[in-house]
């Protein structure tokens, strides 16, 4: 299959996923959040998505979660390499919801920040408030996004799905220079960040609560999995994990 053809179905696929979004009208902005595994392409598929959105011309914002970090103080105090550290003490919740989440719902003021937290710092931050329109559209991306103290203040639910194999080698390549080596960065790859996701997955199980579930194990070809319409979002209850 030439490379034109590749970059033309995945092109396609992000465009459905677009004009489905945009069809949808609500009476408070529309939050995005996209789950997925350490190295699955979240990032990627979140910035061509924003691309695609924002040719529509209404106005867009593309964050992530990495602006809500907990300090190294929290974030590491069950060691430098835990996974289950990562899973309960990288992110500050709370600060997600107050500052990101919550004013742009239902109830929202529409006054929001996409970060209290500067990574290369490891400080504490105090952005100015953006003021969001109505009909904006606002892309999240971050492990974990799917959890329980997020999940059910997303308006739109997006999982990448990708083999944790597949996964390790690429932040092997991408991450290398970071960790000193390839070698280092599969190694906390694997204990640290998908030792995280196995933990996220039983407690999770996130594609069960997405609107859409992208097999991206191959970039190039991604396919959809799933895509639930507007009812079955809203008569899907959690199960237990003796239901699953």
Known sequence: MGKSILVDIRNRLIDSI???????????????????????????FAKELYERLSLSGRRCNLTTLDGFHNPKSVRYQKGRESAQGYYLDAYNYEQVLKNLLLPLGPQGNLQYRTKTHDLKTDEAIEMPFISANLDEILIVDGSFALRKELKEHWDFKIYIKVEFEIAQSRAAVRDADYFGSSEKALEVTRIRYHGAHLIHNELA????????????????????????RAWERETLTEETPQQR
């Not at 939050?31 to 990032?43: E, Y």
């Open 18 to 44: 677009a004009k489905r979004i945009l069809c949808s009208r609500l009476e408070h902005p529309m939050r995005i959040g996209i789950d997925g595994i350490t190295a699955s392409g979240k990032s990627t």
């Open 205 to 228: 199980t996130p594609w069960l609560f997405a609107d859409v579930v992208i097999n991206n194990d191959r970039p190039e070809n991604p396919v959809i999995e799933k895509q639930r």
